[in-house]
């Protein structure tokens, strides 16, 4: 009987702590999320749109989770250097410029690529500042 109580309270502990451990991940996720839409509506709402629909044939919707997924890496440099090449995204091209915006930090990109990559349609979860620093290593 002691020994099944010892190790039904075990189990249960362990449940709690696995538990509590994805809810804290998924707390982030949603900090990030919430500070990236402000950002969002700070910096790139009026080119891109309030429900990422874009502008026409100046700036490109970003709806398009393939794209995004394809290109998760460059996402950050795209928004720390701007782009001054022609991209194709759902078989349309666009080759106006992007402006960079170079005085946001590595956390403001991450929340940034959280909020983008998981809104219009998007599902590609966390983001970190780790992941701006070392996708910007490597902009061309």
Same mark, same amino acid.
Request: with cysteine; glycine share 8%; net charge neutral.
């Given at each position: 009987?002691?020994? #099944?109580?010892?190790?039904?309270?075990?189990?249960?502990?362990? #449940?709690?702590?696995? $538990?509590?451990?994805?809810?804290?991940?998924?707390?982030?996720?949603?900090?990030?999320?919430?500070?990236?839409?402000?950002?969002?509506?700070?910096?790139?709402?009026?080119? &891109?749109?309030?429900?990422?629909?874009? @502008?026409?044939?100046?700036? !490109?919707?970003?709806?398009?989770?393939?794209? @995004?997924?394809?290109?998760?890496?460059?996402?950050?440099?795209?928004?720390?250097?701007? @782009?001054?090449? *022609?991209?194709?995204?759902?078989?349309?091209? $666009?080759? *106006?410029?992007? !402006?960079?915006? !170079?005085? @946001?930090?590595?956390?403001?990109?991450?929340?940034?690529?959280? $909020?983008?990559?998981? #809104?219009?349609?998007?599902?590609?979860? &966390?983001?970190? !500042?780790?992941?701006?620093? #070392?996708?910007?290593?490597?902009? *061309?």
């Amino acid at each position: 009987m002691r020994k #099944s109580l010892s190790l039904i309270f075990f189990a249960a502990t362990l #449940s709690m702590a696995v $538990y509590s451990c994805q809810n804290a991940a998924q707390l982030q996720q949603d900090i990030y999320y919430t500070n990236g839409r402000d950002i969002y509506i700070k910096n790139c709402q009026n080119c &891109h749109g309030a429900k990422g629909e874009g @502008l026409g044939e100046l700036a !490109p919707a970003l709806t398009d989770s393939i794209f @995004l997924k394809t290109n998760k890496q460059n996402i950050a440099c795209y928004i720390k250097n701007g @782009l001054n090449e *022609e991209i194709s995204i759902n078989g349309k091209k $666009y080759q *106006e410029k992007m !402006p960079g915006f !170079p005085s @946001l930090a590595n956390i403001d990109i991450a929340q940034l690529i959280v $909020y983008i990559s998981n #809104s219009f349609g998007n599902k590609q979860g &966390h983001y970190t !500042p780790e992941n701006v620093a #070392s996708d910007l290593k490597n902009c *061309e």
